[in-house]
């Protein structure tokens, strides 16, 4: 039995549960130790994750090992063992052992002045992030070529670069691409790459250890700035103000600035205009859902690099399946694998399609709601419940407040007389309205598409566990 594949494929089914912060923190050099009659013993690296692991995560990771060996495992115990690092640590190759995937397992927080004969470590950049491994197609090749110019020649091509889309289609693979390019190229360059919650975390840090200074000397004295989510930035003015006076510093001295996010800058909810403003003085663009072809590519290059070759028709059937979350793809690919390894069996196209069946884009019809939908909506746009129910009329108001009446009549089924009694007892014409704008709006705007898609994920993924 391979208890490594097994374990691999139970992560990528748990990271599509949690957020990024948690799987990396809690998942990390966990492995699968041990397997007997039906119970597997899980290795943690200290009694404070096993307590951690046993208290709130037990339940989704039985879940997760029940659902990819068939029930073989139905038991789950942890125990703190002292094991040799693994060659691939199993929580930073669950879903991102294959370049073509974005999520960031790297540390959030990582500076370097690198050598070329340095290698990176689990504190830098992923090393399996790199343009040579990212899979280019339609809706790629826009920000893959923005990506390679801004490394090419830093500060001068396109700076800032934005790159913005929904999660798990190669944001922060190609903003590591760019450090690693530039790190290999220019190797007295300093390049940091942080996430924008530990960017604000630490400025927090900063401020109450009275160290503001050492940490403006931390991002200013950069060649290349990589910031991965900086929508996490919106509503938190003091962070903005640090960043838009690091921004400026950096900016005017020629150093590259690379920023990801799930919006675009304009529809990042209570961002200061003079960010946006400084946002947008480069290059925009976005990375959209990749078609069937490159989709295709992307299950290929992942089991070349997992030697484990699969027939063109069943290549066909995972792409065909999985349409939206590259993350779900990885995951499916992963499920798979680790089903006929446990079996020793050879893959077919009749028992991958019946693997495939849980992939079926069906999680609409989950159970969930009316409050967890909308609390849900006030956590994406960063609004807060009252100004959402409440009567104002602003835009960064009113216009959640219409994507929540929207998913309420689609997902929920709600009659519009409920919606608009959910909405801070709005007249049912509100709502008839509300639902009709968004209706149309989703028809033409890729914002809007891509924010429903997100808010949908977020939604059926927690009403799932």
């Not at 108001?397 to 089924?413: G, I, N």
């Not at 007389?417 to 049912?428: C, E, N, S």
């Amino acid at each position: 039995m391979d208890l490594y594949a097994i374990w691999l494929a139970a992560l990528g089914e748990l990271e599509l549960t949690l957020s990024k912060a948690n799987f990396t923190t809690w998942f990390k050099n966990t492995a699968i130790s041990g397997f007997d009659n039906g119970r597997a013993t899980i290795s943690v690296p200290n009694t404070f994750t096993k307590a951690w692991l046993e208290k709130k995560y037990h339940d989704q990771i039985v879940k997760a090992l029940k659902h990819v060996t068939t029930n073989a495992i139905r038991e789950v115990s942890y125990r703190v063992e002292m094991r040799p690092t693994f060659a691939q640590d199993p929580a930073q190759s669950s879903m991102t052992s294959d370049p073509t995937f974005s999520q960031d397992f790297a540390s959030s927080g990582a500076s370097f002045q690198r050598q070329p004969e340095q290698p990176l470590d689990d504190t830098a950049l992923n090393p399996r992030y790199k343009f040579d491994g990212f899979i280019v197609g339609k809706g790629n090749e826009l920000a893959h070529a923005a990506s390679i110019a801004a490394a090419t020649n830093p500060g001068e091509a396109y700076n800032p670069l934005f790159i913005y889309g929904s999660a798990g289609l190669g944001k922060t693979h190609l903003l590591q691409a760019i450090g690693h390019h530039v790190a290999e190229t220019r190797p007295k360059a300093v390049i940091r790459y942080i996430t924008c919650e530990r960017f604000t975390n630490e400025f927090i840090q900063a401020i109450r250890g009275g160290r503001i200074n050492e940490f403006k000397d931390r991002y200013r004295n950069v060649d290349v700035l990589l910031v991965d989510d900086i929508q996490f930035i919106s509503g938190k003015q003091g962070t903005q103000e640090e960043f838009f006076h690091t921004f400026n510093a950096l900016h005017q001295l020629n150093k590259q600035i690379v920023l990801t996010s799930d919006r675009s800058p304009k529809d990042i909810q209570s961002l200061e205009s003079r960010l946006l403003t400084r946002f947008e003085w480069g290059m925009i663009t976005d990375v959209s859902t990749p078609d069937f072809e490159t989709r295709i590519a992307i299950i290929d290059s992942k089991c070349q690099a997992k030697k484990y070759p699969l027939d063109a028709e069943i290549l066909r059937a995972i792409a065909g399946t999985i349409q939206s979350n590259v993350r779900e793809l990885e995951g499916a690919l992963n499920k798979i694998i680790a089903y006929h390894q446990f079996k020793n069996l050879k893959p077919s196209l009749e028992t991958v399609q019946t693997l495939l069946q849980s992939f079926v884009p069906t999680v609409v019809k989950r159970n969930i709601t009316p409050k967890k939908l909308i609390e849900i909506v006030t956590v994406y746009f960063d609004v807060p419940m009252e100004d959402l129910l409440g009567k104002s009329r602003e835009k960064r108001f009113a216009h959640p407040r219409q994507v929540a009446m929207y998913l309420l009549r689609e997902d929920t089924k709600c009659s519009y007389p409920a919606i608009g009694a959910h909405l801070g007892d709005r007249d049912h014409t509100t709502a008839m309205h509300a639902c009709n704008k968004i209706t149309e709006m989703h028809k033409t705007d890729d914002q809007v598409k891509r924010d429903i898609a997100a808010i949908r994920e977020r939604a059926y993924s927690e009403s799932s566990t």
